[in-house]
Nanobody, 124 residues
Framework: QVQLVESGGGLVQAGGSLRLSCAAS????????MGWFRQAPGKDREFVAV????????DYADFVKGRFTISRDNAKNTMYLQMDSLKPEDTAVYSC?????????????????WGQGTQVTVSS
């Protein structure tokens, strides 16, 4: 079992920044690809970013490229999402996820573990 706990959400004005954290426990953290997903009211959950277990490989959804940065600290069992130049359309519940497979995470289906989510609200 892997337990995931997100933190760092909140209310920010458009153009501002937030950093989300995802603390993991339960298994060897570096064995898992980690990812961020988001779900806005009335919309399906969508992929945001993924990072490999080593941290050497990353990928982003087109709508966050150049604005968001995913990273991880395996010594601290923690993953991060630095969000800059936030827009009102970034408003959503952001959830972190863990899976041994990088491409499983990138595909967004059958992912092993999920956090509870943290609310991000961007005001215009």
């Amino acid at each position: 079992q892997v337990q995931l706990v997100e933190s760092g959400g909140g209310l920010v004005q458009a153009g501002g920044s937030l950093r989300l954290s995802c603390a993991a426990s339960g298994r060897t953290f570096s064995n898992y690809a980690m990812g961020w997903f988001r779900q806005a009211p009335g919309k399906d959950r969508e992929f945001v970013a993924v990072i490999s277990g080593s941290g050497r490989a990353t990928d982003y959804a087109d709508f966050v490229k150049g604005r968001f940065t995913i990273s991880r600290d395996n010594a601290k069992n923690t993953m991060y999402l630095q969000m800059d130049s936030l827009k009102p359309e970034d408003t959503a519940v952001y959830s972190c996820a863990a899976d041994p497979g990088y491409w499983v995470m990138r595909g967004g289906s059958n992912i092993g573990y999920w956090g509870q989510g943290t609310q991000v609200t961007v005001s215009s």
